[in-house]
């Protein structure tokens, strides 16, 4: 059986107390700059912040992993590497990267810290994993949502390192990293300065009727009746008229998040490692709840009991939720 | 962006003498309240960034006033203002009362509360998300601060507030 790890998000020193409390076997986190892919306004940790959350951490037992899972632009690498000297300085126990540059030199700077390979890098077959972990030394990948199980059993039995898979929350896999919408509206880029949708870009307008249109860059991309469920001002998210469905449509994604409960006594027996948790920008009541529910499943289950799932719908975008590509390649 | 409207909830007629004379009354509460958590949460100011001077309007949709906040720690302002006497604010957070209470205090996430449509947000989206963040890192219970500041009678205030507002109805809007 795997290790099961729950890795578990904070974007605040408070929620990563309340993750480490929740029972988190680690928990992941970034600084207040482009070098994390939720660089989003008055979130993250300064030095000092991060300083306190792994030292509170580390003393009850749970690990703190640093994202610093954008890319940075051709010849800018200055405050990626600033940021993982500060980590190393700070006893960050693993750097999740994306970027070959950003984890050359972590291995070669830091080769005793651990590498572990972000959903970013967009790594989902045996032999781009492997290059990872023979040329980088990555210990850990964390897979795209875009694999069933029996396909993670397969690569798992092919590769040398730990595999990580998200379990729960926010769905917006497009093709992974190389996701440029936000860029071609706003001119800031989700994967270099880890902003989708930034908030400066976004606005919300209550119509009279009681509707709600959600509008980014001043373009309209989902309006909400009055009694409908919203989701995230994501334009992979939107919902569009065409000649074709003049009654408007979800394009690319629907608002809906991802939530692997029920598939985790089989995602354990596939030898995953270890369960992310989205939702850095989330709060603390969602950090709370979630990490709880998972938590005692998880250890019902290496318990050998049957897991009690808690209900978490009422947390998922659009109040929706769905196994995705993890229970069948037809989905969407 | 857009500076937010006045609230839209209407007034019944007398209300509007009703708002005045609750906001003379609160307003005592008020300043102790937000001196009390400038105080004790420094850190807060530093997650608000530049839109410490921005003048939120929290807007309570089953009260007769709504409140006008501006965090800037040099000139603290959180004030309850009536509804047709409110201040065009930059950011405008719409919502039942108590779930407003729960936001800040980390009982209720706040994009829940919005993809639920409890929740409503208006104006400068990066002045309400900054806002969020600084509240949502403060530990403690403002709700339970707040209501011990006034002893046995503050706490049985607030227990009474939660028993009157369930968790899954929302309360009549002014209409």
């Known amino acids: 059986m795997s290790l099961a790890e729950l890795i578990c998000p904070a974007g605040t020193p408070a929620a990563l107390r309340t993750a480490v409390d929740a029972g988190a076997d680690a928990v992941y986190?970034?600084?207040?700059?482009?070098?994390?892919?939720?660089?989003?306004?008055g979130l993250n940790f300064t030095p000092d912040e991060l300083a306190e959350a792994v030292a509170y951490a580390h003393t009850r037992g749970t690990k703190v992993l640093l994202a610093l899972n954008t890319y940075p632009p051709a010849g800018k690498v200055d405050l990626w590497q600033q940021a993982a000297d500060t980590g190393a300085r700070l006893g960050v126990d693993a750097f999740i990267v994306a970027d070959m540059g950003v984890a050359d030199y972590i291995a070669r700077t830091y080769?005793?810290?651990?590498?572990?390979?972000?959903?970013?890098?967009?790594?989902?077959?045996?032999?781009?994993?492997?290059?990872?972990?023979?040329?980088?030394g990555v210990k850990?990948?964390?897979?795209?949502?875009?694999?069933?199980?029996?396909?993670?059993?397969?690569?798992?039995?092919?590769?040398?390192?730990?595999?990580?898979?998200?379990?729960?929350?926010?769905?917006?896999?497009?093709?992974?990293?190389?996701?440029?919408?936000?860029?071609?509206?706003?001119?800031?880029?989700?994967?270099?300065?880890?902003?989708?949708?930034?908030?400066?870009?976004?606005?919300?307008?209550?119509?009279?009727?009681?509707?709600?249109?959600?509008?980014?860059?001043?373009?309209?991309?989902?309006?909400?009746?009055?009694?409908?469920?919203?989701?995230?001002?994501?334009?992979?998210?939107?919902?569009?008229?065409?000649?074709?469905?003049?009654?408007?449509?979800?394009?690319?994604?629907?608002?809906?998040?991802?939530?692997?409960?029920?598939?985790?006594?089989?995602?354990?027996?596939?030898?995953?490692?270890?369960?992310?948790?989205?939702?850095?920008?989330?709060?603390?009541?969602?950090?709370?709840?979630?990490?709880?529910?998972?938590?005692?499943?998880?250890?019902?289950i290496k318990a050998g009991h049957e897991a009690n799932i808690a209900d978490l719908i009422a947390l998922t975008e659009g109040q929706k939720q769905t196994q995705g590509a993890f229970d069948t390649k037809k989905w969407r | 962006m857009t500076p937010t409207s006045e609230p839209t909830a209407r007034l019944r007629p007398g209300e509007g003498a009703i708002a005045r004379l609750a906001c003379l009354v609160l307003q005592p509460v008020l300043t102790r309240v937000v001196r009390r958590v400038a105080a004790r949460h420094p850190s807060l100011f530093a997650r608000l960034g530049p839109h410490q001077a921005t003048d939120f309007l929290i807007d309570p949709v089953e009260l007769p006033?709504?409140?006008?906040?501006?965090?800037?720690?040099?000139?603290?302002?959180?004030?309850?203002?009536?509804?047709?006497?409110?201040?065009?604010?930059?950011?405008?957070?719409?919502?039942?009362?108590?779930?407003?209470?729960?936001?800040?205090?980390?009982?209720?996430?706040?994009?829940?509360?919005f993809f639920?449509?409890?929740?409503?947000?208006?104006?400068?989206?990066?002045?309400?998300?900054?806002?969020?963040?600084?509240?949502?890192?403060?530990?403690?219970?403002?709700?339970?601060?707040?209501?011990?500041?006034?002893?046995?009678?503050?706490?049985a205030v607030l227990a009474r507030l939660r028993r009157a507002y369930p968790d899954a109805t929302k309360p009549q809007e002014y209409a």
């Open chain 1, 140 to 300: 850990r990948v964390v897979l795209p949502r875009i694999l069933t199980i029996p396909e993670i059993r397969q690569i798992r039995s092919e590769i040398p390192c730990e595999i990580e898979t998200f379990i729960f929350g926010n769905h917006g896999l497009m093709v992974e990293r190389r996701c440029s919408l936000t860029n071609y509206l706003t001119g800031q880029s989700t994967n270099m300065d880890g902003v989708c949708s930034p908030a400066s870009d976004v606005e919300y307008v209550r119509d009279a009727d009681g509707s709600m249109s959600s509008q980014l860059a001043g373009f309209t991309i989902d309006r909400f009746g009055p009694e409908e469920k919203a989701g995230y001002p994501t334009i992979c998210k939107g919902r569009y008229t065409a000649p074709h469905r003049p009654e408007g449509y979800y394009a690319f994604e629907e608002p809906v998040s991802l939530n692997l409960s029920r598939l985790l006594p089989e995602l354990i027996e596939a030898g995953v490692h270890a369960f992310k948790i989205e939702g850095r920008q989330r709060s603390k009541s969602y950090v709370r709840g979630v990490v709880r529910a998972f938590r005692a499943a998880v250890d019902d």
């Open chain 2, 65 to 113: 006033f709504a409140l006008h906040l501006r965090p800037d720690p040099q000139a603290l302002v959180f004030r309850a203002v009536p509804r047709d006497a409110a201040p065009q604010a930059g950011a405008t957070i719409r919502g039942r009362f108590l779930l407003l209470l729960e936001l800040i205090d980390a009982e209720q996430d706040g994009d829940a509360a």
């Open chain 1, 29 to 41: 986190c970034g600084f207040q700059d482009t070098t994390n892919a939720r660089n989003f306004p």
């Open chain 2, 116 to 155: 639920s449509r409890d929740l409503e947000v208006s104006g400068d989206t990066e002045a309400v998300v900054r806002l969020r963040n600084a509240l949502d890192d403060m530990d403690g219970s403002l709700a339970e601060e707040t209501s011990a500041m006034f002893g046995p009678a503050g706490r």
């Open chain 1, 111 to 136: 080769p005793g810290i651990r590498l572990h390979l972000s959903v970013q890098a967009a790594a989902s077959s045996p032999e781009a994993i492997r290059y990872y972990c023979e040329n980088l």
